[in-house]
């Protein structure tokens, strides 16, 4: 039992990369479709995933064992707590979202996952973990990698080597 609810360490990047992408999905789905429902897969997702990593999360099985094995390349691996801390956020997010959907707090519910629809899609085009940035802020994770190059590019601006 306590092997299901091991978070992985450390987690491959394009892995990550491509939740994030599906998160972007049922998130831009939510906000154009305006149903409610779509919110129970993702907060669900986000719980899964902060809980036992990919196991029980269906979209991190799909990604993990069928489309990142079949991209070819290296692949990075970054440290895993921040990125459990980041699924964390975005299970905070989701189930915020759900939540003022429900009580006909619409405004909020599109606002909130419009949030996350911003961080999902630094992480999955730009590999910029906002969650990863504030992890490492509060706990100075020493594993972390200094995404100072990475935050550069995003914006345009040449990484130094």
């Not at 939740?19 to 999905?25: E, K, Q, R, T």
């Not at 619409?106 to 961080?119: E, N, P, R, S, W």
């Amino acid at each position: 039992m306590r092997r299901l609810f091991q978070f992985p360490d450390p987690v491959d990047e394009t892995s990550a990369r491509l939740v994030a992408a599906g998160v972007v999905a049922q998130a831009v789905a939510f906000l154009a479709l305006g149903e409610g429902w779509i919110l129970i897969p993702l907060v669900y997702g986000f719980a899964a995933r902060v809980a036992t990593g990919p196991t029980l999360s269906p979209l991190g099985q799909f990604v993990t064992r069928v489309v990142t094995p079949r991209i070819r390349g290296e692949h990075r691996f970054v440290s895993g707590p921040p990125k459990r801390f980041a699924q964390a956020v975005g299970l905070a997010f989701s189930a915020t979202a759900g939540i003022a959907w429900s009580v006909d707090a619409h405004t909020l519910g599109y606002a909130v996952v419009g949030l996350l629809v911003i961080a999902a899609t630094l992480e999955s085009v730009f590999a910029v973990c906002l969650g990863c940035i504030v992890y490492r802020f509060f706990w100075d994770c020493a594993d972390c990698n200094d995404i100072t190059d990475r935050l550069r590019t995003a914006i345009g601006v040449p990484a130094t080597n």
